[in-house]
Protein backbone atom coordinates (compact mmCIF):
# COMPACT_ATOMS: atom_id res chain seq x y z
CA UNK A 1 0.00 0.00 0.00
CA UNK A 2 1.56 3.22 -1.29
CA UNK A 3 0.49 6.16 1.13
CA UNK A 4 1.22 9.34 -0.24
CA UNK A 5 3.33 12.37 2.23
CA UNK A 6 3.50 15.56 1.32
CA UNK A 7 6.79 17.45 0.86
CA UNK A 8 7.74 19.91 3.91
CA UNK A 9 7.72 23.20 2.53
CA UNK A 10 11.90 24.00 3.45
CA UNK A 11 11.02 27.35 4.59
CA UNK A 12 10.19 25.90 7.99
CA UNK A 13 13.67 25.03 8.59
CA UNK A 14 14.24 29.11 8.94
CA UNK A 15 11.16 29.27 11.80
CA UNK A 16 10.43 26.82 15.01
CA UNK A 17 6.87 25.87 16.39
CA UNK A 18 6.14 27.24 19.74
CA UNK A 19 2.70 26.31 19.45
CA UNK A 20 -0.12 25.42 17.39
CA UNK A 21 -0.52 27.42 14.23
CA UNK A 22 2.13 29.65 15.59
CA UNK A 23 6.00 30.00 15.05
CA UNK A 24 8.76 31.65 16.15
CA UNK A 25 11.32 33.47 13.39
CA UNK A 26 14.84 31.94 13.66
CA UNK A 27 16.61 35.43 12.69
CA UNK A 28 14.54 38.10 14.48
CA UNK A 29 13.10 36.05 17.32
CA UNK A 30 9.67 37.66 16.93
CA UNK A 31 6.39 34.94 17.66
CA UNK A 32 3.58 35.31 14.93
CA UNK A 33 0.90 33.30 13.83
CA UNK A 34 -0.02 31.16 10.49
CA UNK A 35 1.43 29.31 9.00
CA UNK A 36 3.49 29.21 5.77
CA UNK A 37 2.17 31.49 3.39
CA UNK A 38 3.05 34.07 6.64
CA UNK A 39 6.28 32.48 6.67
CA UNK A 40 7.22 33.79 3.29
CA UNK A 41 5.48 37.37 3.60
CA UNK A 42 7.59 37.84 6.96
CA UNK A 43 11.17 36.86 5.35
CA UNK A 44 10.43 37.90 1.96
CA UNK A 45 10.87 42.04 2.80
CA UNK A 46 7.78 42.62 1.20
CA UNK A 47 5.96 45.29 2.84
CA UNK A 48 1.83 45.25 3.07
CA UNK A 49 1.02 41.64 3.41
CA UNK A 50 -0.26 42.07 6.57
CA UNK A 51 2.75 40.67 8.88
CA UNK A 52 5.43 42.79 10.12
CA UNK A 53 8.84 41.36 8.08
CA UNK A 54 11.98 40.32 9.50
CA UNK A 55 14.89 42.63 9.46
CA UNK A 56 17.36 40.44 10.21
CA UNK A 57 16.99 37.68 7.98
CA UNK A 58 20.02 36.58 5.14
CA UNK A 59 19.63 37.98 1.76
CA UNK A 60 19.90 34.85 0.47
CA UNK A 61 17.03 33.59 2.46
CA UNK A 62 14.87 37.02 2.13
CA UNK A 63 15.07 36.52 -1.92
CA UNK A 64 14.05 32.88 -2.10
CA UNK A 65 10.95 33.74 0.13
CA UNK A 66 10.32 36.80 -2.62
CA UNK A 67 10.85 34.25 -5.40
CA UNK A 68 8.35 31.87 -4.08
CA UNK A 69 5.15 34.53 -3.90
CA UNK A 70 5.93 35.99 -7.36
CA UNK A 71 6.07 32.05 -8.32
CA UNK A 72 2.69 31.80 -6.68
CA UNK A 73 1.56 35.51 -8.60
CA UNK A 74 2.90 33.90 -11.71
CA UNK A 75 1.11 30.56 -11.61
CA UNK A 76 -2.05 31.84 -10.94
CA UNK A 77 -2.02 34.89 -13.87
CA UNK A 78 -1.20 31.68 -16.03
CA UNK A 79 -3.65 29.64 -15.19
CA UNK A 80 -6.16 32.68 -15.49
CA UNK A 81 -4.83 33.16 -18.84
CA UNK A 82 -5.22 29.72 -19.99
CA UNK A 83 -8.70 29.54 -18.90
CA UNK A 84 -9.42 32.52 -21.29
CA UNK A 85 -7.84 30.62 -24.42
CA UNK A 86 -9.97 27.98 -23.85
CA UNK A 87 -13.06 30.42 -23.19
CA UNK A 88 -12.21 32.26 -26.60
CA UNK A 89 -11.73 29.27 -27.74
CA UNK A 90 -15.07 28.11 -27.17
CA UNK A 91 -16.71 31.67 -28.27
CA UNK A 92 -15.34 31.34 -31.65
CA UNK A 93 -16.36 27.52 -31.95
CA UNK A 94 -20.19 29.25 -31.44
CA UNK A 95 -19.39 31.44 -33.91
CA UNK A 96 -19.35 34.25 -31.81
CA UNK A 97 -17.20 37.48 -31.27
CA UNK A 98 -17.72 38.91 -28.33
CA UNK A 99 -15.34 38.95 -25.61
CA UNK A 100 -15.74 37.16 -22.26
CA UNK A 101 -16.24 38.60 -19.06
CA UNK A 102 -14.03 36.17 -17.65
CA UNK A 103 -11.32 37.23 -20.21
CA UNK A 104 -11.95 41.11 -19.65
CA UNK A 105 -11.32 40.39 -16.11
CA UNK A 106 -8.36 37.96 -16.27
CA UNK A 107 -4.36 38.66 -15.36
CA UNK A 108 -3.73 39.71 -18.78
CA UNK A 109 -5.64 42.91 -18.02
CA UNK A 110 -3.55 43.51 -14.82
CA UNK A 111 -0.07 42.59 -17.02
CA UNK A 112 -0.77 45.23 -19.77
CA UNK A 113 -0.67 48.29 -16.60
CA UNK A 114 1.92 46.67 -14.92
CA UNK A 115 4.02 48.32 -16.89
CA UNK A 116 2.78 51.95 -17.17
CA UNK A 117 5.08 53.50 -14.83
CA UNK A 118 7.72 52.17 -17.90
CA UNK A 119 6.03 53.13 -20.60
CA UNK A 120 5.17 56.64 -19.43
CA UNK A 121 1.35 56.04 -20.48
CA UNK A 122 -0.97 58.46 -19.04
CA UNK A 123 -4.06 56.76 -20.53
CA UNK A 124 -3.04 53.12 -18.75
CA UNK A 125 -2.66 55.45 -15.54
CA UNK A 126 -6.15 56.91 -16.46
CA UNK A 127 -7.45 53.57 -17.21
CA UNK A 128 -6.25 51.92 -13.79
CA UNK A 129 -7.79 54.70 -12.06
CA UNK A 130 -11.17 54.47 -13.63
CA UNK A 131 -10.76 50.79 -12.68
CA UNK A 132 -10.31 51.44 -8.78
CA UNK A 133 -13.03 53.76 -8.22
CA UNK A 134 -15.36 51.45 -10.28
CA UNK A 135 -14.23 48.10 -8.15
CA UNK A 136 -14.77 49.55 -5.28
CA UNK A 137 -17.78 52.01 -5.94
CA UNK A 138 -16.06 55.15 -5.01
CA UNK A 139 -17.45 58.57 -6.04
CA UNK A 140 -15.49 60.09 -9.12
CA UNK A 141 -15.64 63.64 -7.19
CA UNK A 142 -12.38 62.51 -5.23
CA UNK A 143 -10.46 63.24 -7.40
CA UNK A 144 -10.89 67.23 -6.63
CA UNK A 145 -10.72 66.29 -3.28
CA UNK A 146 -7.55 68.13 -1.78
CA UNK A 147 -6.91 65.23 0.66
CA UNK A 148 -6.73 62.89 -2.60
CA UNK A 149 -4.65 65.43 -4.83
CA UNK A 150 -1.90 65.91 -1.75
CA UNK A 151 -1.75 62.42 -1.99
CA UNK A 152 -0.99 61.82 -4.90
CA UNK A 153 1.49 64.20 -5.26
CA UNK A 154 2.90 63.03 -1.84
CA UNK A 155 3.47 59.52 -3.90
CA UNK A 156 4.98 61.29 -6.96
CA UNK A 157 7.81 62.71 -4.49
CA UNK A 158 8.63 59.68 -2.97
CA UNK A 159 8.87 57.36 -6.13
CA UNK A 160 7.70 54.00 -7.02
CA UNK A 161 9.50 52.44 -3.93
CA UNK A 162 6.66 52.86 -1.93
CA UNK A 163 4.82 49.92 -0.22
CA UNK A 164 1.30 50.37 0.46
CA UNK A 165 0.29 49.59 4.30
CA UNK A 166 -1.39 46.54 5.03
CA UNK A 167 -5.14 46.79 6.14
CA UNK A 168 -4.64 46.19 9.51
CA UNK A 169 -1.72 48.28 10.42
CA UNK A 170 -4.38 51.10 8.48
CA UNK A 171 -7.07 50.59 10.83
CA UNK A 172 -5.73 49.89 13.79
CA UNK A 173 -2.77 52.33 13.98
CA UNK A 174 -2.78 55.04 11.29
CA UNK A 175 -6.50 56.33 11.25
CA UNK A 176 -6.58 56.04 14.99
CA UNK A 177 -3.04 58.02 15.23
CA UNK A 178 -5.28 60.59 12.16
CA UNK A 179 -7.79 60.68 14.67
CA UNK A 180 -5.52 62.02 17.70
CA UNK A 181 -4.07 64.30 15.16
CA UNK A 182 -7.67 65.88 14.45
CA UNK A 183 -8.38 65.94 18.29
CA UNK A 184 -5.49 68.12 18.55
CA UNK A 185 -5.78 70.45 16.44
CA UNK A 186 -9.61 71.04 17.71
CA UNK A 187 -8.40 71.37 20.72
CA UNK A 188 -5.85 73.83 20.23
CA UNK A 189 -7.97 75.85 18.15
CA UNK A 190 -10.50 76.12 20.60
CA UNK A 191 -8.11 76.90 23.58
CA UNK A 192 -7.30 80.01 20.86
CA UNK A 193 -10.45 81.47 21.39
CA UNK A 194 -9.28 82.76 24.42
CA UNK A 195 -6.69 85.44 22.93
CA UNK A 196 -8.28 86.19 19.31
CA UNK A 197 -12.09 85.21 20.06
CA UNK A 198 -14.09 83.57 16.97
CA UNK A 199 -16.67 83.98 14.07
CA UNK A 200 -19.58 82.05 13.82
CA UNK A 201 -21.01 80.82 10.45
CA UNK A 202 -24.24 79.54 9.76
CA UNK A 203 -24.91 77.23 6.58
CA UNK A 204 -27.82 75.69 5.71
CA UNK A 205 -28.84 73.70 2.99
CA UNK A 206 -32.35 71.44 2.12
CA UNK A 207 -32.28 68.44 1.68
CA UNK A 208 -35.78 68.30 -0.78
CA UNK A 209 -36.18 64.14 -0.53
CA UNK A 210 -36.46 63.98 3.55
CA UNK A 211 -38.26 67.22 3.66
CA UNK A 212 -35.30 68.56 6.23
CA UNK A 213 -32.99 71.28 6.77
CA UNK A 214 -29.59 70.72 7.65
CA UNK A 215 -27.70 73.71 9.38
CA UNK A 216 -23.99 73.28 10.21
CA UNK A 217 -22.60 75.72 13.02
CA UNK A 218 -18.74 76.91 11.98
CA UNK A 219 -16.26 78.38 13.85
CA UNK A 220 -13.24 80.33 12.31
CA UNK A 221 -10.39 82.41 14.07
CA UNK A 222 -6.48 82.71 13.21
CA UNK A 223 -5.18 79.69 14.57
CA UNK A 224 -8.33 77.19 12.35
CA UNK A 225 -11.49 76.00 11.14
CA UNK A 226 -13.76 73.78 13.22
CA UNK A 227 -17.41 72.46 12.86
CA UNK A 228 -19.25 72.94 15.71
CA UNK A 229 -22.47 71.16 15.33
CA UNK A 230 -25.03 70.02 13.00
CA UNK A 231 -28.69 70.34 13.60
CA UNK A 232 -31.68 68.69 11.42
CA UNK A 233 -34.91 71.09 11.54
CA UNK A 234 -38.10 69.71 9.42
CA UNK A 235 -38.42 72.55 6.99
CA UNK A 236 -42.31 73.38 8.39
CA UNK A 237 -40.70 73.95 12.05
CA UNK A 238 -37.51 76.82 10.50
CA UNK A 239 -38.27 79.87 11.58
CA UNK A 240 -36.58 82.66 13.23
CA UNK A 241 -37.24 82.08 16.64
CA UNK A 242 -35.81 78.29 16.32
CA UNK A 243 -32.65 79.61 14.57
CA UNK A 244 -32.14 81.95 16.99
CA UNK A 245 -31.93 79.03 19.86
CA UNK A 246 -29.74 76.79 17.78
CA UNK A 247 -27.76 79.45 17.47
CA UNK A 248 -28.03 80.95 20.99
CA UNK A 249 -27.36 77.04 22.09
CA UNK A 250 -24.19 77.27 20.67
CA UNK A 251 -22.64 81.01 21.86
CA UNK A 252 -23.61 79.80 25.34
CA UNK A 253 -21.86 76.69 25.31
CA UNK A 254 -18.76 78.51 23.41
CA UNK A 255 -18.85 81.25 25.64
CA UNK A 256 -20.17 84.58 24.79
CA UNK A 257 -17.31 86.28 25.61
CA UNK A 258 -15.11 84.44 23.20
CA UNK A 259 -17.72 84.76 19.83
CA UNK A 260 -16.89 88.36 17.89
CA UNK A 261 -19.16 87.84 14.71
CA UNK A 262 -21.59 85.91 13.40
CA UNK A 263 -22.42 85.64 9.80
CA UNK A 264 -25.11 84.34 7.84
CA UNK A 265 -24.18 82.40 4.93
CA UNK A 266 -27.69 80.85 3.84
CA UNK A 267 -29.45 83.91 2.47
CA UNK A 268 -29.89 81.78 -0.36
CA UNK A 269 -31.49 78.65 0.97
CA UNK A 270 -33.98 80.27 4.02
CA UNK A 271 -35.85 84.18 4.70
CA UNK A 272 -35.49 84.51 8.57
CA UNK A 273 -37.22 87.82 9.09
CA UNK A 274 -35.69 89.87 12.32
CA UNK A 275 -32.89 89.96 14.55
CA UNK A 276 -31.26 86.34 14.88
CA UNK A 277 -29.18 86.87 17.50
CA UNK A 278 -30.59 87.51 21.31
CA UNK A 279 -30.75 91.24 23.05
CA UNK A 280 -27.82 89.76 25.44
CA UNK A 281 -25.45 89.62 22.43
CA UNK A 282 -25.31 93.25 21.55
CA UNK A 283 -21.38 92.96 21.32
CA UNK A 284 -21.47 90.12 18.22
CA UNK A 285 -21.37 91.73 14.93
CA UNK A 286 -23.61 90.27 12.30
CA UNK A 287 -23.09 90.48 8.65
CA UNK A 288 -24.30 88.67 5.56
CA UNK A 289 -21.97 86.47 3.67
CA UNK A 290 -20.63 88.33 0.96
CA UNK A 291 -20.39 85.54 -1.72
CA UNK A 292 -24.02 84.50 -1.23
CA UNK A 293 -24.87 88.55 -1.08
CA UNK A 294 -23.32 88.16 -4.63
CA UNK A 295 -24.51 85.32 -5.34
CA UNK A 296 -28.27 86.75 -4.88
CA UNK A 297 -27.65 90.15 -6.87
CA UNK A 298 -26.73 87.72 -9.98
CA UNK A 299 -30.12 86.48 -9.58
CA UNK A 300 -31.72 89.60 -9.14
CA UNK A 301 -29.92 90.65 -12.74
CA UNK A 302 -30.68 86.67 -14.37
CA UNK A 303 -34.51 88.01 -13.04
CA UNK A 304 -34.79 91.59 -14.19
CA UNK A 305 -33.01 91.98 -17.33
CA UNK A 306 -34.16 89.86 -20.12
CA UNK A 307 -31.11 89.93 -22.24
CA UNK A 308 -28.82 88.59 -19.34
CA UNK A 309 -31.30 85.95 -18.98
CA UNK A 310 -31.84 84.80 -23.02
CA UNK A 311 -27.67 84.40 -22.82
CA UNK A 312 -27.50 82.51 -19.80
CA UNK A 313 -30.29 79.98 -20.78
CA UNK A 314 -28.47 79.54 -24.05
CA UNK A 315 -24.85 78.86 -23.04
CA UNK A 316 -26.66 76.54 -19.94
CA UNK A 317 -28.24 74.45 -22.83
CA UNK A 318 -25.17 74.49 -24.83
CA UNK A 319 -22.91 72.89 -21.45
CA UNK A 320 -26.25 70.40 -21.07
CA UNK A 321 -25.85 69.46 -24.75
CA UNK A 322 -21.94 68.99 -24.76
CA UNK A 323 -22.13 66.88 -21.40
CA UNK A 324 -25.16 64.72 -22.73
CA UNK A 325 -22.30 63.68 -25.75
CA UNK A 326 -18.91 62.05 -24.16
CA UNK A 327 -17.40 62.11 -27.78
CA UNK A 328 -17.33 65.75 -27.80
CA UNK A 329 -15.42 66.06 -24.63
CA UNK A 330 -13.16 63.84 -26.60
CA UNK A 331 -12.19 65.78 -29.21
Avoid at 205 to 220: A, L, T, V
Avoid at 230 to 235: A, G, I, L, N, Y
Wanted: hydrophobic share 40%; with cysteine; proline share 3%.
Amino acid sequence: ELIMVRKKDPFWQYVEPVAEGRFKCNYCGRDFAGGIPRVKSHLSGIKGRDIDICLKVHEDVQAAAREAINGVKRKQKAEASSDDVQISALDATNGTNKRSKVEACSGNFDDNFSNAHEKKDGCMLDNLLAKFALLNDIDCNIIQSSSFIEFVNALLEFGYSYNLPSCSKLKTKLIPNLGMEVAAYVKNVKSSWEQTGCTLISDIWCDDIEGKFHINIISQCPAGLVLLGTFEVSKNDLSSTYFKEIISFVIQHIGPQRVLQFIQSDAQQVELPGPLLHKGFNHIFMTHCAACEIQLLFGDIYTGIEWVRATFDRANFVVDVVYEHYAVLSL
